[in-house]
Structures are given as structure tokens and as C-alpha cells.
């Protein structure tokens, strides 16, 4: 299967889905509670086969490591920025934590940077971009989750030994533990084994089931919710992260198809496990999907075309 044809299956897996889940939540009963159980069940079943294969079979030198290096540099200073900025939002705790994590992840993968890496660089592109995403499983689990569980314990009255040991021993944390596992076996040279598993097919599965969960949280409405919050948005993904990625790829040793990969990557949207962390950790699921959705659009329309006009500047 070509790569064009991956991508164009893999949008139609996200488009359908999504409006599936949007205009038949209405014949449930608690659509919120049953995307939450549908994201907790793909996180334990899809999720860890993709990732022990995929990080198993990666080759990691060490000048490729400053490639994740720099993605985790960008959502940590998103991170920040939407931390700060959220104080003023006249939101509640919940809702600022769910805007910060919006901030801070972007969808970085095949379903947006890692195609675009692709279209502007080829497929040494497309494999350095999968190689800047490595950072991703790490900080999604040992940071933006326990945030995101922190903020939902201080409605709960949660103590902070049970935080702590929710945070390193919990049933959402098997991606991370299979990681670790992945990296071990790779540690030790032990090889992979020589069998043709259907990645991809696991892959189109994991994100049908995760768009379909946005849409059963998404409300379509007339009215333009959230202005405030997405402007501040536009602002964070499509200036101060990519002004961050030119100061990185000035001092970090990366080749040129490097700097490329970072800086194409630094002006994605908001990723789709900004809404899975809002509807695993019962935060503002609405505003995080309305979020998404329109940074979402703002992409497509405006940032993309212009990252396409000046793709020389990559080449």
C-alpha cells in the first residue's frame, strides 16, 4: 500500500468515524461514559501492540536523538505558554487544564505532520518524523496524564500517596510500560521477531476508534464557542512554537532534513489525545473537541497552504 493511498484511507477512517460518533450519541444514554470506556479499552488492547512493534523495530543513533529531543522541547514550552494563558480564561480548573494540554499537544503523527513531512521531504522525511515523535508515548504518560489526573483528584479528594501510585501503576499506562519493554529488548539485541504483523490495519482501527470518541463529546453548534481560547491557541501552535523551533534547530546538531522535519512539525494542531486526556480524566471534553476541530480547520485552510508555497525552503 503506497503511502498516498495510507493517507487517504486514514483520513476517510477519521472523517467517518467522527461523524458516526457525532450524529448517533443522541441513541445513547451516557455517550460521555461510554467514550471514556471505549478510549480506556483502545489505550489496553490496540495502542500497546502498535507501540511495542513500532519503537522495537526503530534503529535510535545518537545524533538522531536530538530529533525527540526537540519535539519535547516544543510541547513543554506549549505546555507552558498555555499554562500561564489560561489564567486568563474565565474558566474553571478543569477547563484551564483541558486548554493547557490542548496548548501543549500536537498531532505530530502520520494522520497530519508525519504525511506533511512526507509530502515537502520525501520518505527520509516521513522516517525522521516518525523518529521526532519518539519523545510523544513518554510524555503523554508520565507527564500529561498525571497533570491531568492531578487536576481531576483536586475535585476528588484524592490523597497524594493514591496519586502517586495511580501515576505509576494503572491500567492506562500500559502503552508506557510497553515502551519501556520495547526499549529493553532493544537494550539487550534481542531482535524482533520475523512475522508480518498488520501495523497499519491495528493502526487505522486505534484511530477510527479514537475520532469516533470525539465525535459522541463534540456538540455541533451555531453559535462560535470558545473565541477567546482559540485565538489564544492559533497563537501558541502557529507562532510561539514554531519561533521556538527556529531558536532549537540554531543550536541543537541537526543536518538540514532535520531542521526541516522540526520546524514542519512545530506548526501542527492540536493533537487528538488532547481530547482523550480530557475524556479519561473527566475534564472540559467540550471545549477540548471544539478545540481541536477548529484548530483543526485553522490548519488546513490557512497554515498548510503557506507551508506548501514555501516548500523550497525545505527542500
Known amino acids: 500500500m503506497s503511502i498516498s493511498l495510507k493517507f487517504i484511507i486514514f483520513q476517510l477512517l477519521i472523517i467517518g468515524p467522527f461523524m458516526i460518533g457525532m450524529f448517533g450519541k443522541k441513541y445513547f444514554k451516557s455517550p460521555d461514559q461510554i467514550s471514556q470506556r471505549i478510549v480506556l479499552l483502545n489505550l489496553c488492547l490496540f495502542d500497546p501492540i502498535i507501540i511495542l512493534w513500532t519503537v522495537w523495530g526503530l534503529e535510535i543513533t545518537r545524533e538522531l536523538l536530538f530529533l525527540p529531543l526537540a519535539g519535547l522541547c516544543i510541547v513543554i514550552v506549549g505546555f507552558i505558554v498555555g499554562y500561564f494563558m489560561a489564567f486568563s480564561l474565565s474558566v474553571s480548573q478543569k477547563s484551564r487544564a483541558a486548554f493547557t494540554i490542548s496548548a501543549s499537544l500536537s498531532n505530530h503523527g502520520f ?4 504525511f506533511i513531512c512526507y ?10 518524523s516518525y523518529i521526532f515523535l519518539t519523545y510523544f508515548v513518554f510524555f503523554l504518560f508520565m507527564f500529561i496524564f498525571p497533570y491531568a489526573r492531578w487536576v481531576q483528584s483536586r475535585q476528588l479528594n484524592i490523597s497524594k500517596w493514591k496519586l502517586v501510585f495511580d501515576a505509576l501503576i494503572n491500567i492506562r499506562n500500559i502503552p508506557l510500560y510497553t515502551t519501556i519493554l520495547a526499549l529493553i529488548l532493544q537494550k539487550l539485541n534481542i531482535q524482533r ?5 498488520p501495523v497499519d490495519v ?6 477510527s ?3 469516533f470518541s470525539l465525535g459522541m463529546t463534540y456538540t455541533l453548534t451555531r453559535k462560535f464557542e470558545y473565541l477567546k481560547e482559540n485565538l489564544f491557541l492559533v497563537i501558541i501552535k502557529f507562532l510561539i512554537t514554531p519561533a521556538c523551533a527556529l531558536f532549537l534547530v540554531l ?3 541537526l543536518d538540514s532534513m532535520m531542521k526541516s522535519v522540526t520546524i514542519i512539525q512545530s506548526f501542527m494542531p492540536i493533537a487528538i489525545f488532547s481530547v482523550v486526556a480530557s475524556i479519561l480524566f473527566d475534564l472540559d471534553t467540550r471545549m477540548s473537541s471544539n478545540l481541536f476541530v477548529y484548530n483543526t480547520i485553522f490548519f488546513l485552510v490557512f497554515i498548510f497552504p503557506l507551508l506548501y508555497y514555501f516548500q ?3 527542500s
Open 209 to 211: 476508534v479514537y475520532y
Open 251 to 253: 543550536f541543537l546538531p
Open 202 to 207: 491495528m493502526l487505522l482501527i486505534s484511530i
Open 111 to 114: 494522520t497530519l505532520g508525519g
Open 119 to 128: 509530502l515537502l521531504l520525501g520518505e527520509r522525511g516521513l522516517a525522521l
Open 312 to 314: 523550497f525552503c525545505f
Open 193 to 197: 521477531f520475523a512475522v508480518n504483523m
